[in-house]
């Protein structure tokens, strides 16, 4: 349906107050140049802009991008041309209001539309330059020129548009394929910027309705949930290009696109008033929050983007918080207050990229504003385990830490690697382990180039060569991937493991507590001829590891428990060019150099049914682990390729790979449980994360005499041997939850 339908047409002055709203989207508006708060963002941005003028050749333009058959090299111009034109629409700037800064931007345009972006040429590389990287930026930059472009000028850079960008719906180059997620967002900003560029309603209308998809009659809104393929699910997820876990990139992009949208739109004719906008506002908590941890937004959902040089965790989180208060601006109650709180908080917490240090002028301004209300509170970063069914992927998160995994399967790509970008991905996938404790730029600071592709932490792999990722995103053929979350605090997460062209096989779980993640391999075996590995950790750090006696400690990062590990202390040495190549996001040549400790487990050639287990203890303090070490909490009930379990204290976390028993639980079919005792209550949660189980029961050695809570999805039979019967089937690897009355208090003998 359509966003807002305007009931009359539109007026001369509709379109000029919709050019202020854009420049003040694009320039921060009215301000005071003298005003403290603007003078670094002011002084960056013309500090950029002269450098890029100073560097300008006729004929050339920027020597560093050879344009001739590279599409991406137009963007980057383009785009070096838009801030340049945003320096000269910024009062406070030097270039603000200059005539040959305008003649210079305007020659160059000229140069790009006569040779190299036209409406008479064909798309040739990657057609995303052409569709949306180039008209993102050329859109933009014709609105910040203004009158400064005569009629023709104007007339022919907005045909180019017309061109490549007609619409939101459909791919120029081919037709048949609808657009969806992020590039249908991108799009339709883009479609707005040209609208009001060129004062064109038509261009406005399908800026508005595209983003809810009129045309197909909302199939691949940006407003709707996604059952399949690319955008936003109803348990957090977000994908695209079908199959790869992205929030973090194209999630981001299509947030932000939507903010500019939105914000430019807000109170015009052609405001979006679809109900089902709430589906991004929904996000920003939903989606995003989980995976920010001090301002920085986790590389666990960046797909390949986490090869950019340019482009960090700590890069990509404060695109999201400028996005989120943008979004806060135009957003209804309780959304906007919530916006900033959630802004505010990562802002304090940023200590990785201090976010007024890099905010561009608008951004400053809306950041600004925020940090001195008194009124608002900054959030606290999330407390919590949050499983993400539709992309494999688990946050476990306390007080000063965050661990994420990053699994796959048959419906979830374990990497990504396209466009000369992740060239080294190969396990990202196959259950990287995260660890947000200690240093906050420890995987934002040359962390892809250095560290060793073969040992990522919390992998299980053959230590074969791999070549050079080009154009693949591999599935790999497990069904099972995935995790159960109980009471949003604690869970277990799982995946069976199938090597990547080879015959690598192993059942991995994780069993996420309140101060440990205790981590379980079994059923390891290969027949290549090959060394196995399962690592540990492999954390960069000037620190000084203090080894014991079946226990580590890295200071800064926390404690290990273990077995059997082995540990390297070495420099590493690479380049950001080896392992991206792409057109606009290619990266030096200039080595660069990381000390790492690595801990890891050795297999042996060709396992056969090996096992391993391990506990990190993020934060914890020498003596803390060394204590762990020795009470031993944590009791490994089972760990073989059929059952894999843990008790400590109250909690019991368990994968049945098949049906078992272990603790007080038994399963008749395969499935995940995460269990709490508490006084005379039995709070226990299960999920499928094969998809495969229609019905499980789960038979409690612990008698229940009546139900609390349950799950419509949950059924229990009462007595001294309760039985909980739970329909699985369909439900999208869901948690699924029930609490029951205990008949009598704890018993002793179960609280180890």
């Known amino acids: 349906m ?40 002011l002084a960056t941005l013309s500090e950029r802009a002269g450098g890029r003028l100073a560097q300008m050749v006729p004929g050339l333009i920027w020597p560093d991008l050879p344009l001739e058959g590279r599409p991406g090299h137009v963007t980057s111009s383009y785009g070096r041309l838009r801030m340049i034109a945003t320096a000269w629409a910024t009062p406070g700037t030097a270039q603000h209001g200059d005539d040959a800064v305008a003649a210079k931007v305007i020659d160059a345009l000229d140069l790009l539309h006569e040779r190299h972006y036209n409406e008479r040429l064909n798309e040739s590389g ?50 048949e394929a609808s657009e969806s997620g992020a590039n249908r967002a991108d799009k339709a900003a883009i479609l ?81 008033t679809d109900p089902g906008r709430r589906v991004v506002l929904d996000a920003v908590e939903r989606s995003f929050a989980p995976f920010v941890h001090d301002g920085l937004l986790m590389d666990t959902v960046r797909g390949r983007a986490v090869s950019r040089q340019e482009f960090s965790d700590g890069v990509a989180g404060h695109g999201l918080t400028g996005a989120v208060l943008l979004l806060a601006q135009s957003a209804p109650e309780p959304y906007r207050s919530r916006f900033r709180e959630l802004a505010k908080g990562w802002i304090e917490r940023g200590a990785a990229r201090p976010y007024l240090e890099h905010a561009d002028v608008p951004e400053t301004r809306r950041a600004v504003e925020v940090l001195d209300d008194k009124t608002v509170e900054a959030a606290l970063g999330p407390v919590g385990h949050f499983v993400f069914p539709s992309m494999d992927r688990v946050v476990h998160r306390r007080p000063g830490w965050s661990v994420a995994i990053s699994m796959s399967s048959q419906r979830v790509s374990a990497y990504e690697a396209i466009n000369g970008e992740n060239r080294h991905g190969w396990y990202t996938g196959d259950g990287m382990t995260y660890v947000y404790s200690g240093d ?50 604690y869970g277990v997460a799982a995946m069976e493991l199938r090597g990547d062209g080879v015959s690598l096989r192993a059942r991995k779980s994780w069993m996420c507590l309140d101060n440990a993640v205790v981590a379980l391999g079994s059923g390891i075996t290969s027949h290549d001829g090959r060394t196995v590995e399962t690592v540990v950790d492999n954390r960069a750090t000037e620190a000084q590891p203090y080894v014991g006696d079946g226990w580590a400690h890295l200071p800064g990062v926390g404690g290990y428990v273990f077995e059997g590990i082995r540990m390297l202390t070495d420099t590493r040495t690479g380049r950001w060019r080896d392992i991206n190549t792409g057109d606009d996001t290619q990266a030096a040549f200039e080595p660069v150099s990381r000390r790492y400790v690595t801990f890891w487990l050795d297999h042996g050639t060709d396992p056969a049914e090996d096992a391993y287990t391990y506990v990190l203890l993020p934060g914890a303090s020498r003596a803390g682990t060394r204590s762990f070490r020795g009470r031993r909490p944590v009791r490994v009930l089972s760990n073989t390729d059929r059952l894999q379990a843990v008790e400590v204290r109250r909690l019991f976390g368990a994968t049945f790979w098949a049906a078992g028993s272990a603790g007080i639980v038994s399963a008749d079919a395969p499935c995940v449980v995460m269990l709490r005792r508490a006084s005379e209550r039995v709070v226990l949660a299960v999920a499928d994360p094969s998809r495969t189980v229609d019905v499980v029961r789960l038979t409690l050695d612990r008698a229940a005499r009546g139900v609390r809570n349950a799950d419509d999805t949950v059924s229990v039979q009462l007595g001294k041997r309760p039985v909980v019967t739970v329909a699985l089937g369909g439900s999208l690897g869901r948690s699924h939850s029930v609490e029951l009355t205990a008949y009598e208090p704890d018993n002793p003998r179960y609280d180890r």
Request: hydrophobic share 40%; charged share 25%.
């Open 2 to 41: 359509r966003s807002s339908d305007a009931t009359r047409p539109p007026a001369p002055h509709d379109f000029e107050s919709l050019r202020a709203t854009a420049l003040t989207l694009l320039t921060g508006g009215e301000l005071d140049a003298s005003d403290p708060v603007c003078a670094r963002p």
């Open 126 to 175: 990657n057609w995303w330059f052409w569709e949306i990287g180039t008209p993102a930026e050329l859109s933009r930059a014709c609105v910040l020129l203004g009158d400064r472009l005569d009629v023709g000028r104007l007339k022919a850079y907005l045909a180019a548009i017309d061109r490549f960008c007609p619409d939101a719906d459909r791919r120029a180059w081919r037709p």
């Open 192 to 272: 707005a910027f040209r609208g009001v560029a060129g004062r064109d309603a038509d261009k406005l209308v399908l800026a508005r309705d595209g983003l809810s998809d009129v045309r197909d009659g909302g199939r691949n809104s940006v407003f709707g949930y996604a059952e399949s393929g690319d955008g936003f699910y109803r348990d957090g997820s977000f994908i695209q290009h079908g199959t790869v876990a992205y929030t973090g990139s194209y999630g981001l992009s299509l947030l932000i696109a939507v903010a500019e949208t939105l914000a430019l739109l807000h109170g015009s004719p052609w405001e979006i």
């Open 440 to 489: 906050p730029d420890h995987y934002g600071h040359d962390f892809w180039p250095t560290v060793d592709p073969y040992r990522l932490p919390g992998t299980t792999v053959d230590t074969r060569r791999r070549e050079d990722l080009d154009f693949s995103a591999y599935r790999p053929a497990n069904a099972w991937a995935g995790g159960v979350a109980l009471e949003g605090r």
